[in-house]
T-cell receptor, first 108, second 114 residues
Framework: QKEVEQDPGPLSVPEGAIVSLNCTYSNSAFQYFMWYRQYSRKGPELLMYTYSSGNKEDGRFTAQVDKSSKYISLFIRDSQPSDSATYLC????????FGDGTTLTVKP | ETGVTQSPTHLIKTRGQQVTLRCSSQ?????VSWYQQALGQGPQFIFQYYREEENGRGNFPPRFSGLQFPNYSSELNVNALELDDSALYLC?????????????FGSGTQLSVL
């Protein structure tokens, strides 16, 4: 079993939709949780970073962590075509462990 | 502030050859991590270097080795290349002294082994 499991997608939504991306993890030692965005042929870019259960908001993005159920989510409000990318969740316990990513397409 | 740069961007090798990939860390960062990303998968941790010492290693054989230099740049060496080594190799730098792991990635080196 992988330490981080991510909804595989792909996901296709119309512009303006609310997007929900989800991951579960099995490693209780994870202290930090991250979401990265990866455009085609590029390296991942850090989008959101949290270290406690609860919500963290940054503009149109909200990261949610529930340590009791080992569940992490990323919500994107008012999605834009420029949000089309692969989204990677990760947990960190001394090194970052990634899910396999969910590819999102936002159609104009 | 300069970002993480990797070279070369693309590389084609044949099975059994050796390869060296290079990475320049973001200014002010003291930790570099290397990841392998196969097509359709997430990055897999290879190893991490902190102040020139290996500081953790993933499930990769010894033919994957690395170095970190005093200026915090780094190399990834892979000996006896196999077809399955074909992947995007990502370097990420971070400032581990702060006890967190915000990784800043380069654009990667796409390695093809024929």
């Amino acid at each position: 079993q992988k330490e981080v499991e991510q909804d595989p997608g792909p996901l296709s939504v119309p512009e303006g939709a609310i997007v929900s991306l989800n991951c579960t993890y099995s490693n209780s030692a994870f202290q930090y949780f991250m979401w990265y965005r990866q455009y085609s042929r590029k390296g991942p870019e850090l989008l959101m970073y949290t270290y406690s259960s609860g919500n963290k908001e940054d503009g149109r993005f909200t990261a949610q962590v529930d340590k009791s159920s080992k569940y992490i989510s990323l919500f994107i409000r008012d999605s834009q075509p420029s949000d089309s990318a692969t989204y990677l969740c990760a947990g960190d316990a001394g090194k970052s462990t990634f899910g396999d990513g969910t590819t999102l397409t936002v159609k104009p | 502030e300069t970002g993480v740069t990797q070279s070369p961007t693309h590389l084609i090798k044949t099975r059994g050859q050796q390869v060296t990939l290079r990475c320049s860390s973001q200014s002010g960062h003291n930790t570099v991590s290397w990841y392998q990303q196969a097509l359709g998968q997430g990055p897999q941790f290879i190893f991490q270097y902190y102040r020139e010492e290996e500081n953790g290693r993933g499930n990769f054989p010894p033919r994957f080795s690395g170095l970190q230099f005093p200026n915090y740049s780094s190399e990834l060496n892979v000996n006896a290349l196999e077809l399955d080594d074909s992947a995007l190799y990502l370097c990420a730098s971070s400032l581990r002294d702060r006890g967190n792991e915000k990784l800043f990635f380069g654009s990667g080196t796409q390695l093809s082994v024929l």
